[in-house]
């Protein structure tokens, strides 16, 4: 059975204080390992998707990198605008339908 | 930019009540995707779609829950006797392809049963 972990669960910055949120995953063949961030809400929000280990994404103040094992959200001097829930969520190769099965998250929240 | 849209945004209904949530994929997706969210839960797959049909389903899914994509834009889900169990929000998804694309999510329709 697939299965995704996030750490920590929750994370409290102070604006400009670097961190990495952690993404640990248990899949038969990923085919692909996706980041989406949620606001209180809302619908989850396309961040990144990664394939391969060893592949990296950025997007303004965010990183993404992937291991066999593992991906990492680094979050580079945060601003309070970057607090949310951030889901992270893979998919396996056996997948007829290409579900995604998703962490519970790590909710970020960011101080002025 | 495109995006999924969802009515209604907050439906209440009584147990035993049969609810049509909706959805319209992004104009040029052809794999669509039922999610929920418990309050406080992690997003759960219930059902894929493409071509018509049903590609994968998960145990949620079962005999009291329906899909339909009943003209060119819309994508329904049906619960046909609501329980209070079923109190969650409903996430519609969209991907141009199904095996290696992104899904890309709509804001959600929350459901409350009484």
């Known amino acids: 059975e697939d299965q995704v972990t996030q750490s920590p669960e929750a994370l409290r910055l102070q604006e400009g204080e670097s961190s990495s949120l952690n993404c640990s995953y248990t899949v038969s063949g990923l085919r692909g390992l996706f980041w989406y961030r949620q606001d209180p809400g809302k619908g989850p929000e396309f961040l990144f998707t990664l394939y391969s280990a060893g592949e990296e994404k950025e997007k303004e103040r965010l990183k993404a990198t992937l291991t066999k094992k593992e991906s990492f959200l680094h979050i580079t001097a945060p601003k309070p605008e970057d607090s949310a829930t951030y889901l992270c969520?893979?998919?396996?190769?056996?997948?007829?339908?290409?579900?995604?099965?998703f962490g519970e998250g790590t909710q970020l929240t960011v101080n002025p | 930019e495109p995006e999924v849209t969802q009515t209604p945004s907050h439906q209440v209904t009584q147990m035993g009540q049969e609810v049509i949530l909706r959805c319209v994929p992004i104009s040029n997706h052809l794999y669509f995707y039922w999610y929920r969210q418990i309050l406080g839960q992690k997003v759960e797959f219930l059902v894929s779609?493409?071509?018509?049909?049903?590609?994968?389903k998960s145990e949620i899914f079962d005999d009291q829950f329906s899909v339909e994509r009943p003209d060119g834009s819309n994508f329904t889900l049906k619960i046909r006797s609501t329980k209070l169990e079923d109190s969650a929000m409903y996430f519609c998804?969209?991907?141009?392809?199904?095996?290696?694309?992104?899904?890309?999510f709509g804001p959600g329709t929350r459901l409350t049963v009484l």
């Open positions: 998804a969209s991907s141009w392809t199904g095996i290696w694309d992104t899904q890309y």
């Open positions: 969520a893979v998919r396996a190769q056996e997948t007829s339908g290409s579900r995604l099965t």
């Open positions: 779609f493409y071509n018509n049909e049903i590609s994968e």
